[in-house]
């Protein structure tokens, strides 16, 4: 499938879709949408944990590890275990252009997004210390999951109107098996056909501000 680079309002890259007519990120502002998302309101509600699994469906450019991975760091304590997935990962070319660490003001954002932009598919690397990485070169449909290993889903994937078999209660069920108790499935998606079939499948739903651009997000909880 054809894909083009195009520059996002907030100065930032992202990927566009002509033959889906659909963005990787917001065109409001990559950055800006990636850290409202699963950043202050994914990662964030778990800023007294330790340690956190983190499980992302569409790797992508690796932007919201990168994210997670300077977060992590500026924490005094704590680590991160990322998995992202991802079908049809970025050529070698397609990744240098997403150049989002320079964009970014923590000092080794550079050094961090070589090692994910570099670390091989299907194998635990460490990015940092603090911050482990697998990328899963795969579609999330045909990869086994661990049950109740995960604390946060960052859901990525494209919307439903793109990629309708990518919203489905039978890919919710086995996302919510993967998460611990407590866990969160965090999306920017708040389409009202997905809160219901989320919650058909066991989550409690609450709904946030979305990012500059969009009304609404979902956050979707594994509570009993
Ligand atoms: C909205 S984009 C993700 C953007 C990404 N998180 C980033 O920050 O660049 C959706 C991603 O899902 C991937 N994808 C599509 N179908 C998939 C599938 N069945 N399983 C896993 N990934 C898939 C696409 O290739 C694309 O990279």
């Not at 983190?54 to 991975?69: K, R, T, V």
């Not at 090692?115 to 690397?125: A, D, F, G, L, V």
Request: charged share 25%; net charge neutral; with cysteine.
């Amino acid at each position: 499938m054809k894909r083009e680079i195009i520059i996002t309002k907030d100065g930032s890259p992202t990927i566009y879709l002509p033959d889906l007519n659909e963005h990787y990120h917001s065109i409001h502002g990559a950055i800006q949408e990636a850290k409202h998302v699963f950043i202050l309101n994914g990662l964030n509600e778990f800023i007294h944990k330790e340690n956190i699994a983190i499980l992302e469906i569409g790797f992508g450019s690796g932007l919201n590890a990168l994210l997670a991975a300077i977060s992590c760091i500026e924490k005094e304590k704590g680590t991160i275990d990322y998995a992202g997935i991802e079908a049809f990962p970025l050529s070698d070319l397609e990744q240098s252009k997403m150049n989002y660490a320079k964009l970014l003001s923590f000092p080794s954002s550079i050094e961090i997004q070589k090692k994910i932009n570099h670390s091989p598919w299907n194998e635990n690397q460490v990015i940092h210390s603090k911050f482990h990485l697998t990328k899963i070169n795969s579609k999330i449909e045909e990869f086994d999951l661990t049950s109740d290993y995960f604390d946060i889903v960052f859901y990525d994937a494209f919307g439903p109107r793109a990629q309708a078999n990518m919203w489905t209660i039978e890919l919710f069920t086995k996302l919510f098996n993967a998460l611990k108790e407590n866990g969160l499935f965090v999306t920017y998606c708040a389409k009202g056909q997905v809160k219901r079939d989320l919650k058909a499948v066991g989550f409690s739903i609450e709904s946030k501000p979305g990012p500059p651009g969009k009304r609404e997000m979902t956050l979707a909880w594994k509570r009993f």
